[in-house]
């Protein structure tokens, strides 16, 4: 069984410009959330992905969106590039019913230069 | 303000012996509670969970202990191996997808 995929494994961008990771999670997995984890912050949340509606966001600006997609893909996008944004970005999912057990994949480590 | 909290940035222990792993949270409304293990340049590794209605839970090596009335759960690895040499997070959740992570404590297994 694959396990959760993200793409691509690493990025470099310049500040500015707009950024669109994606995330395939394990199939038959309908929920799909995202972390940001920095050196300052730890693992934050993003937001959560449940048949394609955002069922969860966390306390980060507009510029960080998703979306999930009917095949249970989904994709972060971040627009206007800051500094600060440089991290590593977690994708998470897991069924229905199995008591918050998210498997992560490996993520996308974004460089803002 | 963080609700979970790890108050041990690292843990050394030698091989064969316990390792023990504190989290305190703040939040009364979590009702799940998971350990994550990590290394580096990889996703976090589910290790075991434990329900807001039980105080302990067992898988193998792993042990978590739950203490509402202190707000305190800790991981118990026994006998630690090598292998176990990573960074640890405690995480809850209040009944919703969104985890709550701790800062995370780096142990270091000596041979």
């Known amino acids: 069984k694959a396990g959760v995929t993200q793409t691509p494994r690493y990025l470099i961008k310049t500040r500015g410009q707009q950024v669109t990771l994606s995330c395939s999670p394990i199939?038959?997995?309908?929920?799909v959330s995202w972390y940001q984890q920095t050196p300052g912050q730890g693992l934050q949340f993003l937001f959560e992905?449940?048949?394609?509606?955002?069922?969860n966001k966390g306390n980060f600006p507009g510029r960080f969106s998703g979306r999930q997609f009917s095949n249970s893909r989904s994709e972060m996008n971040v627009s206007t590039l800051e500094l600060g944004d440089s991290a590593l970005y977690l994708c998470?999912?897991?069924?229905?019913?199995?008591?918050?057990?998210?498997?992560f994949g490996s993520g996308t480590r974004l460089t803002v230069v | 303000d963080q609700q979970v909290k790890q108050n041990s940035p690292s843990l050394s222990v030698q091989e064969g012996r316990i390792s023990i792993l504190n989290c305190d949270y703040t939040?009364?409304?979590?009702?799940?509670f998971l350990w994550y293990k990590k290394y580096p340049a990889e996703g976090p590794t589910f290790l075991i969970s434990?329900?807001?209605?039980?105080d302990k839970n067992e898988d193998g090596r792993f042990t978590v202990f739950l203490n509402k009335s202190a707000k305190h759960l800790s991981l118990h690895i026994v006998p630690s191996q090598p292998g176990d040499s990573a960074v640890y997070f405690c995480?809850?959740?209040?009944?919703?997808?969104?985890?709550?992570f701790g800062q995370g404590t780096t142990l270091q297994v000596k041979p």
């Open positions: 939040n009364s409304m979590f009702d799940y």
């Open positions: 434990i329900s807001s209605i039980k």
């Open positions: 995480a809850a959740s209040e009944n919703t997808g969104k985890l709550i």
């Open positions: 998470a999912s897991r069924s229905e019913g199995a008591n918050y057990g998210y498997t």
């Open positions: 992905y449940f048949s394609e509606t955002q069922r």
């Open positions: 199939s038959g997995h309908r929920s």
